[in-house]
């Protein structure tokens, strides 16, 4: 039905830059919600940043300021782009995307990918 594609994480030194990129392909007509979330090594799955078709935002405390969430002109892509990383961000980074309209008719909820590493180190 749904498919989420993530890209863009890899190793950087504390205080470094990332950008990832997802992007949703199926049947879609258009995607109320994407969002980030985050999951290290021991601990549950946790928010990171979310955004609505709309352009309405929300971050997690730990990352506002220093992470940016947005929409691509196609709508079904989201990037988030995160700077000042410290190794606390180290995490398996998972795209999500709630409340799509799917083509045709009906609505589809709670997508995910299938995650890419992020990993803050020296």
């Known amino acids: 039905q749904v498919q989420l594609v993530e890209s863009g994480g890899g190793l950087v030194q504390p205080g470094g830059s990332l950008r990832l990129s997802c992007a949703a392909s199926g049947r879609i007509f258009s995607i109320y919600g994407m969002g980030w979330y985050r999951q290290a090594p021991g601990k549950q799955r946790e928010l990171v940043a979310t955004?609505?078709?709309?352009?309405?935002?929300n971050y997690a405390d730990s990352v506002k300021g220093r992470f940016t969430i947005s929409r691509g002109n196609a709508k079904n892509t989201v990037y988030l782009q995160m700077n000042s990383l410290k190794p606390e961000d180290t995490a398996v980074y998972y795209c999500?995307?709630?409340?799509?309209?799917?083509?045709?008719?009906?609505?589809?909820?709670?997508?995910w990918g299938q995650g890419t590493q992020v990993t803050v180190a020296s």
């Open positions: 955004i609505t078709s709309g352009g309405s935002t």
């Open positions: 999500n995307a709630d409340r799509v309209v799917m083509s045709g008719s009906g609505y589809g909820y709670d997508y």
